[in-house]
């Protein structure tokens, strides 16, 4: 559309310059609000009525002046299209004081740095209670992509699906902004990392319907692949779906987060939910819940002052009760690996069932994996069923908790408890823990000596320390220092207590034992590798997948590098690795019985792998024999130890198939070539470290 000369004149005198049209056009309707595109600093009206704005130029401020950016007005919130407010690749912008409704997304920001936003409503934008279980599009109020160094602040997104996503972003501020009252999130992070999300309210992140029990996975707070060394502090997370959700399924775990004095109370699920390891929660609130904190699958977690109290009542929110008779808990580590775990000085009262629940593998019975490493000190474990329940758990170290009123039993061993030690006397609120250090290294050659050292541990007060090591055989040395030979190749824990007679904090070091093999492609050979796709088992007509494959020489296990493989663009098929690309090598497989390699993987598809790995084995005159998994079997997801999601595995392949493995073709005599197989439900990016790759 064409303006009229005056309009164009006074609009290009604040910076907007407006699109060319037909001399015919007539001037812009609220119907049809003109676009205006941002080139220098401007105020707009506040007694106009504005289209959409986008900003075409780095350094300029924008200043509402409370005017309305208005979008769809006649249409459901479901159906609002546009996005009120955008930019791609323009930084340092300041905008302010500016209102926009009826849109698909409020503010949509990408590739950019230094941005501030302040005072802004982005409320009644695209919103849908009624959506049922799944992803539905980032949209909504705010949605940064790729931005940096930027700071959202007192602004307001209500009544919308995501009030706020922050995807590859990072070093971010928000502060003080109202995100509540949504239909799926408050604020979503995804590959979002070291953010500081403080004193915002988040609030109502619910879909649910009357008489409906899970909320549709709606959360308030929803953190995801690789969402890392973040910090939240003192937001209102209260009456969500979950207050905190901290989800795990591509396997793409975020860890290093820092959640401290945030209010999850009322959720009508978990407080806190999280599935990823090496996170930190220190003075929360997570009251009158279905639980307070449900933390299964993450390892190293440390809980230190939590309230977690009144979760499960029948006169509150009590879905999904796992423990006996129907109970519920304030803290509860189930479902999911709880290695090397923490909690201290936590308020566990009042629920309805136990305090604090750690439960190993249930299907195993404890076989898979147990609770392993705990420490268990200084909380109040008050007018629950049980303060303390444990099933299927190793190594628990209880100290100086106050147990008052458990109308069942203070303390619930449910079986397969093992080395469960606690000491009674109450603990002196000044004593401060010690610090533990310990190094050593993080891979061994079997049947090498190695050493780990704690000695450079320290207390405040000077106290003399003690050390508890074990090695997962059952045996616990003592002293500042383990000496050890592991004869077993693969992942191994090593857990460590430093005590100073009062306090006790856990310490720990994950374990890979290697063995020297004849390894082929994945030392110093990145240049020898192709890419194809395939459908199955059929070559794409199309080869859209490209690779980049580099020598690690900083992430690997064996040798001096890794292969590391970067697939982008990735086509959502099958996709070949293969070495040599030239397909001529003379491997003999007479008296060969597998193939073995170390696999680490990061796939940001929320659904992750789709089977596999697959193999094929290249004889002569294109022929091939394939291993794969067994139907009903996908070796991607089902993981030996749950630190694999996000270190190494270590596959070992029988050439001629097994229980696991199938064999489909006639194995040659001679390998020309070998192909590693993956394959996604979606289209990510794919990046894959293979180590170690060897026919034994």
């Given at each position: ?15 907007f ?35 959409s ?12 002046r ?76 705010i ?26 972003s ?43 029990v ?126 090397h ?22 299907d ?55 080395r ?11 004593t ?48 500042a ?15 460590l ?127 091939r024999?394939?291993?794969e ?47 590693i ?20």
């Amino acid at each position: 559309m064409r303006p009229q000369p005056v309009l164009c004149i006074s609009l290009c005198f604040f910076g907007f310059v407006l699109p060319a049209g037909n001399a015919d056009d007539p001037v812009a309707s609220a119907d049809e609000p003109t676009v205006l595109e941002v080139t220098s600093d401007i105020s707009l009206d506040p007694e106009q009525t504005y289209g959409s704005i986008v900003v075409r130029k780095s350094g300029v401020t924008i200043d509402g002046r409370g005017a309305w950016l208005i979008g769809t007005s006649d249409a459901q919130p479901t159906d609002f299209k546009g996005t009120a407010i955008s930019s791609d690749g323009i930084s340092n912008v300041t905008l302010r004081n500016i209102n926009a409704k009826g849109w698909e997304t409020g503010l949509s920001v990408r590739n950019a740095e230094g941005w501030t936003v302040e005072n802004c409503s982005f409320s009644d934008n695209f919103h849908d209670p009624e959506f049922g279980w799944g992803e539905n599009g980032r949209r909504g109020g705010i949605v940064l992509e790729n931005v940096r160094k930027s700071a959202l602040r007192k602004n307001k997104a209500n009544r919308v699906w995501d009030a706020c996503v922050l995807v590859n972003s990072d070093d971010n501020v928000l502060e003080g902004n109202d995100f509540s009252h949504t239909s799926n999130t408050c604020l979503k992070l995804w590959t979002a990392s070291r953010n500081t999300i403080r004193s915002n309210v988040l609030s109502h992140g619910l879909r649910i319907s009357p008489g409906e029990v899970h909320a549709r996975d709606s959360t308030s707070v929803l953190i995801e692949s690789g969402s890392n060394n973040n910090r939240f502090f003192d937001n209102d997370c209260t009456f969500g779906g979950d207050g905190i959700f901290v989800r795990v399924l591509n396997g793409w775990c975020s860890t290093g987060n820092h959640f401290e004095g945030n209010d999850c109370s009322y959720a009508n699920n978990n407080g806190i939910e999280c599935w990823a390891p090496r996170n930190v929660f220190v003075r929360n609130k997570a009251n009158h819940c279905s639980y307070g904190f449900w933390l299964g699958g993450s390892d190293q977690t440390r809980l230190i002052g939590n309230e977690a109290s009144f979760n499960g009542l029948e006169s509150g929110h009590h879905n999904s009760p796992h423990l006996p008779d129907n109970g519920h808990a304030g803290i509860v580590f189930m479902f999911g690996a709880s290695s090397h775990t923490l909690a201290r000085g936590n308020i566990c009262q009042g629920n309805n069932g136990a305090g604090i629940a750690m439960i190993g593998d249930l299907d195993s019975k404890g076989q898979k994996w147990k609770a392993y490493h705990w420490i268990i000190e200084g909380n109040v474990l008050a007018e629950n069923r049980w303060g303390l329940y444990a099933k299927h758990a190793d190594w628990i170290t209880v100290a100086g908790n106050d147990y008052r009123d458990n109308t069942a039993e203070n303390v619930l061993l449910d079986g397969d408890v093992t080395r469960f030690s606690e000491t009674s006397e109450k603990l002196d609120a000044n004593t401060r823990p010690p610090l533990a250090v310990l190094t050593g290294p993080a891979s061994v050659e079997i049947g090498t000596s190695a050493h780990w050292d704690a000695s450079n541990s320290s207390d405040p007060a000077n106290r003399e320390l003690n050390y508890a090591w074990d090695v997962g055989d059952g045996q616990i040395r003592s002293g500042a220092h383990l000496q050890h030979i592991f004869n077993r190749v693969g992942f191994h824990r090593i857990g460590l207590n430093v005590s100073n007679g009062f306090l006790t904090e856990p310490a720990w070091r994950d374990v890979y034992v290697i063995r020297d093999v004849s390894e082929f492609g994945t030392e110093g050979e990145a240049g020898n590798w192709s890419i194809d796709d395939f459908h199955d088992r059929t070559r794409s007509n199309e080869q859209t997948s490209r690779a980049t494959f580099t020598n690690d020489e900083a992430d690997h296990l064996i040798g001096k590098s890794a292969l590391g493989v970067v697939i982008e663009p990735y086509a959502g098929f099958r996709a070949a690795l293969t070495h040599p690309k030239s397909r001529d090598a003379t491997w003999s497989l007479e008296g060969k019985t597998k193939l073995s390699f170390w696999l680490k993987t990061i796939n940001a598809d929320v659904t992750g792998w789709q089977g596999g790995p697959f193999i094929v084995v290249h004889g002569d005159n294109d022929q091939r024999s394939y291993i794969e998994p067994r139907s009903g079997l996908d070796h991607m997801r089902e993981l030996d130890h749950n630190e694999a999601r996000e270190g190494w595995r270590l596959f070992e392949i029988p050439l001629r198939g097994d229980d696991r493995w199938q064999l489909d073709g006639n194995l040659p005599t001679t390998a020309r070539a070998v192909s590693i197989c993956f394959d996604s439900w979606g289209a990510p990016t794919l990046r894959l470290w293979i180590d170690g790759l060897a026919i034994e």
